[in-house]
């Protein structure tokens, strides 16, 4: 506590750019203005660390066995808080230095940025060494005294109402460091409770390494008598309880971390129930300065007691609190993972507007990026039940960073997997896995595309992959489109959808074994005029009619031309797309295929045969079911009944 003085005060003007700033701050242009406590807390630390490397070589101080601990002492009848500390201190002319002027162009830069109104205060604040200043969004008069570790010097008190000037005098201070006692303004009364304080200190002070210490002033007009509030008082100075945590975890050595640690960590910082799937401890030095906790969670989805609604990494400057959800620590694709990140080596606050352009930022992305992909690919190659699980939780986010981050490309594609054909709905193939596995002659790596693992297990472009025992893998999310439009090929072999109307196949052989069909052979001439048949019904809807050569046990199948580039992503399009109508295609029959030969010889025998159409849309309709391209499924439903009443009536 300082005394009061009787020398008269000196009273000084703050330069222009330092009347600007506070008419800014006085009017609050932001809206946290909790921020304040962070700047001063922050401000108080610094004073501690630099006493204390002090005393390291010099016991030649002011009050040299003092606590090195920051104190708070709320008042909510005067409606005042008192923030002190046991630090370096502040001679006269450092007073003026720190609190009358503000360094080189800071005060420009900052009124620049702020005058904008668009960049949050906590990004602003602290950035130009203006964080001091932030407490006039709170108070309408400050008042600070400090007493340097200098012996020879005296105390001197600070004050100001933030208006144009300031008054410097000589106080009375037996004790070393800094108090300054803020008058809050009526609408910012909250900061006069202890409760607020210390919520405040847990968010953005937590791990500040000194003792933070926080004492609601009790008294008559509180309730109670003057010797209760007294005795509360003797009681809190007995046994003070720091409010902060002090200790960060991610700045300790990993080899002194228990694991339970971590999962308490981890659920504290999510407020998830569940344990993470994976923790990545880093503390590292070069190239840049590096202290971060990073975890994968157990699951996607969260429960309801999950309250972070915004993804990012915690950002920290010496365990000081910047940002709550950094997104530029990590690519878009990794938004899932969670985590805090610390460096000594960034300025207190780092505005939106300089993060991306920031150096050191650039460096800890690099850093933090190669260390998750890293620590994913260990986890692939070294437990597979472990990765079989982040790959049904979080494989889509890979998938979206194989298609919007070519740096990553590479190392994300051994992450990749897929079901396919051979593993059906019970396992996972990775593309090595699918490379190492493929038949002699093999060239090509074959994938089909569909909106369910049911339908592409009937998928009719199967047929010639099922008779010949060769593996196709299954591509059944959204985004798998643009994967395949990205990743052309894997070590050399390209990768083919089985719809290409050019099919690669690994033997000149195509022939297959054939279904067994009651009906008679189809000649050219029968088939031809079946074709022609389907194209008169189906009109424009397909590009062209004509025989497969891969076809088994289905009577017909859709296939791309050459020339559709963007097939892949149809089905996407048709998800997204109001309105959406998929391209036509090649419509390839089946002439050996018992509906086909039947059709061809019913043509031939009654070419009005009114069961043709029907017959014809409906195997169409079928087609498009299985590629999961029908607009509406719905509109088969006349085409069945009509095939059905026939059905029934043959058998009556």
């Known amino acids: 506590m300082s005394d009061s003085i009787s020398t008269a005060g000196e009273s000084l003007e703050y330069r222009t750019e330092v009347k600007q700033l506070l008419d800014i701050l006085a009017h609050s242009l932001y809206t946290d203005r909790a921020i304040f406590l962070r700047e001063l807390i922050s401000n108080a630390s610094d004073a501690l660390n630099r006493i204390q490397f002090e005393l390291l070589t010099n016991h030649e101080v002011v009050d040299a066995e003092a606590e090195l601990a920051i104190r708070l002492r709320a008042d909510a009848t005067g409606r005042t808080l008192t923030i002190s500390d046991t630090g370096i201190g502040m001679n006269r002319a450092e007073l003026i230095e720190n609190l009358g002027t503000i360094a080189h162009s800071g005060a420009r830069a ?29 108070a309408d008069r400050v008042t600070v005294t400090s007493r340097s570790f200098r012996p020879d010097e005296e105390a001197w ?102 694991p339970d640690e971590y999962t308490d960590f981890y659920q504290q910082l999510t407020l998830a129930d569940d344990e993470p799937l994976l923790h990545l401890h880093i503390v590292t030095d070069a190239p840049v ?86 620590e994913i690919k260990a986890l692939a190659e070294n437990d597979a ?48 896995e699918y490379a190492a596995r493929m038949q002699e002659g093999q060239e090509v790596i074959y994938y089909v595309l569909g909106g369910d693992l049911k339908s592409l297990a009937h998928s009719p472009h199967l047929d010639y992959f099922r008779a010949h025992d060769i593996e196709v893998l299954y591509l059944v999310d959204a985004i798998d489109g643009f994967v395949t439009t990205s990743l ?109 030969a039947n059709l061809a010889l019913a043509l031939e025998k009654n070419p009005n045969e009114p069961l043709l159409p029907a017959a014809i849309e409906q195997l169409f309709d079928n087609a498009l079911l299985l590629e999961g391209l029908h607009a509406n499924p719905v509109e088969m439903v006349a085409h069945i009944q009509q095939l059905l009443a026939a059905a029934v009536a043959a058998k009556a």
């Not at 900052?110 to 709170?138: H, P, R, T, W």
């Not at 000149?508 to 088939?527: G, H, K, N, R």
């Open 110 to 138: 900052f009124l620049l940025n702020a005058g904008k109104g668009q960049a949050a205060q906590e990004e602003i604040i602290g950035q130009f060494g203006v964080g001091f200043y932030s407490v006039f969004m709170v």
């Open 157 to 258: 008190r600070w004050s100001s109402t933030g208006d144009s000037i300031f008054t410097l005098e000589p106080a009375t201070k037996s004790t070393r460091g800094t108090e300054i006692h803020i008058h809050l303004k009526e609408d910012a009364a909250e900061f006069a409770q202890a409760w607020r304080l210390e919520s405040t200190i847990r968010k953005h002070s937590n791990y500040v390494s000194f003792p933070i210490f926080v004492e609601q002033v009790e008294n008559a007009e509180n309730g109670g008598t003057v010797a209760e509030a007294a005795e509360a008082a003797e009681a809190v100075q007995e046994a003070p309880q720091a409010v902060n945590r002090r200790t960060a975890l991610w700045r300790q050595n990993p080899s002194g971390v228990q």
């Open 289 to 374: 300065n590096l202290r971060a906790l990073i975890f994968v969670p157990g699951t996607r989805e969260r429960t309801q007691a999950h309250l972070r609604p915004e993804y990012g990494l915690t950002l920290y400057s010496r365990k000081v609190l910047i940002q709550e959800h950094n997104k530029e620590l990590l690519p878009e694709h990794l938004r899932f993972v969670e985590g805090v990140v610390d460096s000594e080596d960034l300025p207190l606050n780092v505005s939106r507007e300089t993060v991306q352009g920031n150096p050191l930022m650039r460096q800890m992305r690099r850093a933090l990026t190669g260390r998750v992909h890293k």
């Open 385 to 432: 039940e472990k990765f079989r699980r982040f790959w049904e939780e979080f494989g889509i986010f890979v998938k979206e960073g194989v298609v919007t981050d070519p740096a990553s490309q590479e190392l994300l594609v051994d992450l990749l997997r897929f079901r396919s054909s051979r593993t059906g709905n019970d396992g996972w193939v990775s593309l090595k």
């Open 488 to 596: 052309r090929d894997y070590e050399g072999k390209a990768l083919q959808n089985v719809d290409d109307a050019n099919l690669v196949l690994p033997a000149d052989d195509e022939s297959a074994v054939q279904p067994a069909s009651d009906a008679a052979p189809v000649s050219s001439a029968q088939f031809d005029a079946l074709v022609k048949r389907f194209l008169s019904v189906l009109g424009d809807r397909v590009k062209s009619v004509r025989e497969a050569k891969v076809l088994v046990d289905s009577p017909c199948r859709l296939v791309s031309d050459e020339e559709s580039y963007e097939r892949d992503l149809e089905r996407f399009r048709r998800l997204t797309e109001e309105g959406y109508t998929a391209p036509a295609k090649v419509l390839e029959l089946n002439r050996k295929h018992a509906i086909i």
